[in-house]
């Protein structure tokens, strides 16, 4: 039973560019949540999806971020434009279920601007 | 708003030792708490989930304790090895209609010297 993937896990873009990153729940698992790790920071949530549904994207930036979660497929983060502020570890999360469902995390994805 | 708070941010101790880490959380209104661990460079593991009605659960050689009304938490680890080097995440999850993310501390790094 694989755990929540992440790919690339690692990733390099110039400034200007778009950035694409994957996830692939743990089987079962429709829920799926989008943190980010600014370094020396903790993480903070951006965004969490179900199947098709955006639920809450109250941490996600108002620009240049958008997140989707197809009825097939991983879901991705997409990041257009990129800056150097957005070089981060950007973690994918997938539960169950919605309220009392422990979170798994996948290995995240490194993101370097140039 | 939930503020979650670990102290101390690093800490170090000689194998064998046992250990206490806290948390500290603004607002009780929880469902639930996790600890996690993060290796340097990986994503994070899940170690402990506590609900809101529990007082505390187990896992091997770890112990984590909730105080909800005066917002605490904190991880126990029982005769420290090595391979416990790592950084420990607390976060919460806030009763919100629709919310589902987690609240997480900036971490506390600990260091088991052999």
């Known amino acids: 039973n694989a755990g929540v993937m992440q790919n690339p896990r690692h990733l390099v873009r110039r400034r200007g560019q778009e950035a694409r990153l994957r996830c692939s729940p743990m089987?079962?698992?429709?829920?799926v949540y989008w943190y980010r790790q600014l370094p020396e920071e903790g993480l903070k949530f951006m965004v969490y999806?179900?199947?098709?549904?955006?639920?809450?994207e109250s941490g996600m930036p108002k620009e240049r971020f958008s997140a989707e979660f197809p009825k097939e497929g991983p879901s991705i983060l997409r990041i257009q434009q990129v800056v150097r502020g957005d070089s981060a570890a950007y973690f994918c999360?997938?539960?169950?279920?919605?309220?009392?469902?422990?979170?798994?995390f996948g290995p995240g994805t490194r993101l370097t601007v140039l | 708003k939930q503020e979650v708070t670990q102290i101390p941010a690093a800490l170090s101790v000689p194998e064998g030792e046992n250990l206490v880490l806290n948390c500290s959380f603004t607002?009780?209104?929880?469902?639930?708490l996790q600890w996690f661990r993060q290796d340097p460079g990986k994503g994070l593991t899940s170690l402990l989930l506590?609900?809101?009605?529990?007082r505390e659960q187990t896992s091997g050689r770890l112990n984590a304790s909730l105080d909800k009304s005066s917002g605490r938490s904190t991880l126990y680890i029982a005769a420290s090895q090595p391979g416990d080097s790592a950084t420990y995440l607390c976060?919460?999850?806030?009763?919100?209609?629709?919310?589902?993310?987690?609240?997480f501390g900036t971490g506390t790094r600990l260091t088991v010297i052999p």
């Open positions: 089987k079962g698992h429709s829920h």
């Open positions: 999360a997938s539960s169950l279920g919605r309220v009392y469902n422990e979170q798994f």
């Open positions: 607002d009780s209104a929880i469902y639930n």
């Open positions: 976060a919460c999850k806030r009763v919100e209609t629709g919310a589902n993310n987690l609240f």
């Open positions: 999806l179900q199947k098709e549904n955006i639920i809450d």
């Open positions: 506590i609900q809101s009605s529990q």
